[in-house]
């Protein structure tokens, strides 16, 4: 069973940034997940941003996002970020951390565990 709470949204203004930070409560043998981030605005498809493997770090970014987020982990404090550079109006979303015991992925099916989702909001 994981627990992740997202933390680090806001109101930010176009071409500023954010870091958003999913922190992971699991058990300690719980070693071998991935944590993945989407965004979903209301009435339209729930999009896949990036996901990183606890294990060995590596790393998705969807192409939509590439170049301007980035995905990084801190196995020390089970957190991890989302750092969003450059940000467009159009990135005015909820953002969702979540997490599984699958394959890292940038599709939605294979996570089993959600955190609550946070407001970005890019306007000036």
């Known amino acids: 069973q994981l627990l992740l709470v997202e933390s680090g949204g806001g109101l930010v203004q176009p071409g500023g940034s954010l870091r958003l930070s999913c922190e992971v409560s699991a058990a300690p043998t719980y070693n071998y997940y991935a944590i993945g981030w989407f965004r979903q605005v209301l009435g339209k498809e729930r999009e896949g941003l990036s996901c990183?493997?606890?294990?060995?770090?590596?790393?998705l970014i969807a192409d939509s996002v590439k170049g301007r987020f980035t995905i990084s982990g801190d196995s020390a404090k089970n957190t991890v970020y989302l750092q969003m550079n450059s940000l467009v109006p159009e990135d005015t979303s909820v953002y969702y951390c979540a997490a599984t015991f699958g394959s890292c992925s940038v599709n939605s099916g294979p996570y089993e565990y959600w955190g609550q989702g946070i407001q970005v909001t890019v306007s000036a």
């Open positions: 990183i493997r606890r294990s060995d770090g590596s790393t």
